[in-house]
């Protein structure tokens, strides 16, 4: 009556328990003195019954282990909880079924009741403290990765001056650096403090000198990282792949896929699309031929190309003038799981007018209604362009005002427009087209970034 906490099953049950430990040494030692044949039942019996007794029991755990020695019948764990959860007496500690099944060691003699309880208390204390730990050390974590700048610096050097900064919290640091110096030393600084580097670490690090060109410090993060016993993950070599891509030649592309593919990760669809963009760039066909049909038509687990990679494989074969290739690349992606969206056809339309005629381009345009993909301006205006480049103003007139009446006009539409018309003598039309361009110049829909393209556009016009 004293505690200000509410009992848990394990106090409710303790006071009882050895009580009727007792009760029931009496009654196998009267049975074995006995000539009765009837056996009483021991702790070895089943405790289906007494889990039964429990449920039809009201008046707590003291009752319940009056029913049971009638009935001389053993007392289970599960059924000690069930009697005090009848009761409503509330759970302050995770005891759970462990927690009874510690009262029915105590009363069987084997530690004493007094040192089970010290025990329990000391682990229910561990427990409670780690869980507060851990769910401090989230929420510091998520407070970390929503500051930034100095706020976020000034929180981490909180954490650290604490000792309470974990791996996670250097990692989400390294993340956010820009600096190749300051990751060098914030990664001493996590050695200092006795913090283990992770994969995450050494991505991080890789990554951020991949981004700034510092393609041998990456080589030698990624160095001490096989040194340390971690395996480098897909994220790692993608790093370094896309990396070199950007900043880097080739052959050191194919060199890392190489070293990926060596060190047993299998190459993702991202992977694919940095090699497959590292060739497009530097117009190596064979090499992203090669790299292409090897990854995606391989025996085990073959990489399902993206929209991203069949973009860069029409925009590969565009840059060499090869519109034979980007229909076999376009009929492998319809017969593929990708589904076409608005961009990707866009680009197989602006990559056709490019290199083929005008009745394939058309026929790329009409193929959109087809697939069901919406058009938007940039649509229209790949084509339109091509009639305009063509002399043909009366097909590109007619639409533009399909276009006017489907989305919303921008200056590079009507630049084109204008364009056309003085291409073919037309200046009347021109001038029109050029007082609607200031018109709604002056009302702009798209903000400050149309306007900036009007100005443009005007000075070339």
Request: charged share 25%.
């Amino acid at each position: 009556a004293s505690r200000t906490a509410p009992l848990s099953p394990f106090q409710l049950c303790a006071p009882v328990v050895s009580q009727f430990a007792k009760s029931v040494e009496a009654s196998s030692a009267s049975s074995a003195s006995s000539a009765s044949p009837t056996r009483p039942s021991t702790w070895t019996t089943s405790w289906r019954s007494s889990n039964a007794l429990a449920r039809q029991t009201a008046g707590g755990p003291t009752e319940l282990l009056k029913a049971l020695n009638a009935q001389r019948m053993p007392a289970s764990p599960s059924s000690l909880l069930a009697s005090a959860r009848n009761t409503r007496v509330s759970r302050s500690t995770p005891g759970g079924s462990q927690g009874a099944r510690a009262f029915v060691k105590a009363s069987s003699g084997e530690p004493s009741l007094e040192e089970l309880v010290a025990i329990r208390q000391r682990e229910e204390s561990g427990m409670q403290n780690g869980l507060q730990r851990e769910g401090q050390a989230r929420k510091d974590m998520a407070h970390l990765r929503r500051l930034s700048g100095e706020q976020k610096l000034n929180f981490f050097t909180i954490l650290c001056n604490r000792r309470v900064a974990n791996a996670f919290h250097y990692n989400a640091m390294l993340s956010a650096l820009s600096d190749s110096a300051k990751g060098r030393t914030l990664l001493l600084q996590m050695i200092e403090a006795k913090i283990t580097p992770d994969v995450v670490t050494y991505t991080s690090l890789i990554t951020l000198e991949m981004r700034l060109g510092n393609t041998g410090k990456a080589e030698i993060y990624l160095t001490e990282m096989k040194a340390a016993g971690l395996k480098p993950n897909v994220r790692t070599h993608s790093a370094l792949v896309e990396g070199y891509g950007k900043r880097g030649t080739l052959d050191r592309v194919l060199s890392s896929l190489k070293r990926m593919e060596e060190d047993g990760v299998e190459p993702n669809e991202f992977i694919l699309a940095s090699v497959m963009d590292a060739c497009a760039k530097r117009g190596a066909t064979e090499e992203a031929e090669e790299v292409f049909d090897r990854l995606t038509r391989r025996a085990e687990r073959p990489i399902q190309p993206n929209k991203h990679v069949f973009t860069v494989m029409i925009d590969l074969y565009a840059r060499v003038g090869s519109s034979e290739k980007i229909k076999e690349i376009w009929t492998r992606l319809k017969e593929s799981d990708v589904r076409p969206d608005t961009a990707l056809c866009n680009a197989y339309i602006s990559c056709m007018d490019k290199i083929s005629s005008l009745a394939e381009t058309k026929a790329a345009y009409n193929e959109m209604a087809l697939l069901n993909v919406p058009r938007d301006i940039k649509t229209y205006t790949t084509l339109i362009n091509a009639y305009s480049q063509r002399g043909l103003i009366l097909e590109a007139r007619e639409l533009y005002k399909e276009t006017c009446s489907n989305v919303a006009r921008d200056a590079q539409i009507m630049c084109i427009m204008m364009d056309g018309y003085c291409k073919v003598g037309r200046l009347d039309e021109a001038i029109e087209m050029l007082n609607d361009l200031v018109e709604l110049a002056a009302n702009p829909p798209h903000g400050a970034e149309w306007m900036g393209e009007v100005d443009r556009r005007k000075a070339d016009a």
